[in-house]
């Protein structure tokens, strides 16, 4: 599924930031650039990333 329209990032996507060690939000911005265009995906990409890090 997108995440993020503006940069074509999907929830696999930061999934896959956050298993190739993303430890924040922040960091997954920075591999993925989710998040860095308009924002509107933020909140979702966040909840992805704090659930990612938790199954971990
Ligand atoms: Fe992610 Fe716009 S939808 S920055």
């Not at 924040?24 to 704090?50: A, F, H, L, P, Y």
């Amino acid at each position: 599924m997108y995440v993020c329209l503006c940069k074509s990032v999907t929830d696999h996507r930061i999934r896959g930031a956050v298993e190739q060690g993303a430890r924040n939000w922040r960091e997954v911005q920075q591999v993925t650039g989710c998040g860095t265009q308009c924002g509107k995906c933020s909140c979702m990409g966040k909840d992805i990333t704090r659930e990612a890090i938790q199954a971990e």
